[in-house]
């Protein structure tokens, strides 16, 4: 489960090592500009002198490997060309493992937060994640085919430039012990999450345009043999363009195209149009929380490890995220230290293992035609629906969907670096995209439901409140069940948290419990989107109003 190797039982010749590192420059992989950012020290990479050293002091370094051990760890890391040595560098970082599965093998991570202290924050760089899945649509009739092929130790092939080799140093070695000229060692080879995707998006372009990066296809389950065959190409133009750059591809893992692949601890099924996480690693999580509910006792490092599989897993269902809240609690206040577990982190723990099978998403669910919309005021709730045609109902989801890209900030002011698609869901304020108003005021729409508040609140709490009663309205006909259903909120941070499947605060996520459960049990899947509240026609109905009575619908 990836819980980190005790000293007394690290094992160095257990530690997985690549049989050669630092093959590739990362100066020749980037893009021109990147390349001169990262070609020497600037401004717009080092900390002033004075921060980066109390960073540095503040971060102590962990080494969890024992003095005999990492002796024997340098003497293979510098035969495989991992590190190098040299007389002195200005950060010493850590060095520890962790287990791999089955606990077979040594995963060597290398604490690097003295080293990175000297470094300025790094632009949000949005990864692949389970949502860019679960985000797929098949209609009737389609078919989805995919391809897999990884990188053998891709960041251990990339060698960092020269002048950067002074913030990655590990601890000191000892000349007379390992027979060599230097007593310090540096890391020689890494790669930042940002320039990962630069790398790869650069070899891409020399075979394959940027659409086309993407190893999989949709199309009607007539043509998969088709869709098979072109899958297939791209992958080989990849593969050309690695290889010319010395990156090797890890044959075992290499997968031709096919309609069932696994990804990012998921499996996707593209013939039933099923996306789920690992049923036999779903399963050894499932046993493992309930190891840790008989021994009645967890540090809060450890449920910190066990709530970060189960998050990796949830994001196949966003609604099942709510279920915890005290399990954070606990991690936050104990850290280290170990206590016995609450009674409702046992709850949380145990309703997470009963929801496991319900960690999937029908990426075939078909889009209702009907429009939700929910608003609150101070005095009460409304609900609204319309039905739109179909095309126009697509549009509207395909543009709440839509959302800008986050690019590191150019010295000159311009952003020229395009870094892929960002989360659905992480949206800022400036980019929230609203419903086109002529769509939005044609529709014929009806009240579904309105009444008053019996108490008062904060407005957020009731626009949330309010959100939950349109979900339960809309779960009241089994005809409803199985759907992608568009729902218009007017509060912003109500809209994210039901994108988003919970809220931290706890009268908010009582109510995105309530959603999650509907959620869960209909298979159904809310597509939040946010509108002005002078376009939100349940504005009016939670105001005990007739829908825009002060402004009515055209004829």
């Known amino acids: 489960m990836g819980n980190v190797v005790p000293r007394r039982a690290f094992d160095q010749q257990k530690v997985s090592l690549p049989s050669a590192a630092g093959c590739v420059e990362l100066l020749g992989v980037l893009p021109a500009s990147l390349r001169e950012r990262y070609a020497a020290p600037s401004p717009f990479l080092l900390q002033p002198e004075f921060i980066a050293r109390i960073g540095s002091e503040v971060r102590p370094q962990f080494v969890g490997v024992p003095r005999r051990q990492y002796l024997a760890l340098v003497s293979r ?16 970082n850590g060095v520890f493992g962790v287990w791999k ?3 077979s093998s040594i995963r060597l991570i290398v604490d690097l937060r003295r080293g990175n202290a000297a470094f300025l924050p790094s632009p949000h760089v949005s990864l692949p994640n389970a949502a860019d899945f679960c985000n797929l649509t098949l209609a009737d009739g389609e078919v ?25 140093g590990l601890p000191a070695v000892d000349v007379q012990s390992l027979d060599l000229q230097y007593m310090s060692t540096y890391w020689r080879s890494t790669a930042s999450p940002l320039s990962t995707p630069d790398s790869h998006r650069r070899l891409w372009r020399r075979t394959l345009t940027m659409h086309e990066s993407l190893w ?9 043999p088709a869709l098979r065959r072109r899958v297939d190409q791209r992958m080989g133009g990849a593969r050309v363009a690695y290889d010319g750059e010395g990156f090797p591809v890890k044959e075992e893992k290499v997968e031709p195209a096919s309609t069932m692949t696994t990804a990012l601890g998921l499996v996707v099924d593209g013939d039933r149009g099923v996306v789920a996480a690992n049923v036999g690693k779903v399963k050894r999580l499932v046993g493992a929380t309930r190891a840790v509910l008989r021994r009645g006792r967890a540090s809060g490092r450890m449920l910190q490890q066990l709530l970060g599989h189960w998050t990796w897993f949830m994001m196949a269902r966003r609604p099942a995220l709510a279920i915890f809240a005290r399990c954070y609690e606990f991690c936050r206040k104990l850290d280290r230290k170990w206590s016995y577990l ?7 723990l145990v309703t997470a293992c009963r929801l ?3 960690l999937l998403t029908n990426i075939r669910a078909p889009l209702a035609a009907t429009i939700m919309a929910c608003g609150a005021s101070e005095g009460g709730f409304g609900v609204a629906y319309a039905v739109a045609p179909l095309p126009a109902a697509q549009a509207a989801v395909d543009k709440t969907l839509a959302a800008p890209s986050p690019s590191p900030i150019d010295p000159s002011g311009a952003s020229a670096v395009d870094h892929g698609p960002a989360e659905p869901r992480a949206r800022r304020h400036d980019d929230e995209v609203p419903l086109e108003r002529p769509l939005w005021r044609t529709l014929r729409w009806k009240v579904a439901a309105r009444g008053r508040w019996r108490y008062d609140d ?7 409140r309010a959100a939950a009663i349109c979900t339960r309205w809309w779960a009241r006909a089994r005809s409803r069940f199985h759907h992608r259903v568009l729902i218009a909120i007017d509060n912003q941070a109500v809209e994210r948290a039901v994108g988003k499947g919970r809220s931290s605060p706890p009268k908010m996520l009582l109510q995105m419990r309530r959603i999650g459960a509907v959620a869960l049990a209909t298979d159904t899947y809310w597509i939040s989107t946010w509108v002005p509240s002078e376009d939100n026609p349940a504005d009016e109905p939670s105001r005990m109003r007739s829908i825009w009575a002060t402004n009515p619908l055209p004829g």
């Open 77 to 92: 890391m510098v035969k495989n060309g991992m590190v190098d040595l040299r007389p002195e560098v200005r950060a010493v």
């Open 101 to 103: 599965e089955l606990g």
């Open 144 to 168: 989805l085919v995919m391809g897999k092929m990884d990188l053998s130790n891709y960041y251990h092939q990339i060698r960092i430039p020269l002048w950067m080799s002074d913030y990655f």
């Open 216 to 224: 999989w296809a949709i199309g009607q389950r007539v043509e998969e």
């Open 342 to 348: 609450w009674p409702r982190v046992c709850g949380e």
């Open 356 to 358: 496991a099978p319900l």
């Open 458 to 464: 904060h407005i957020t709490h009731l626009e949330v």
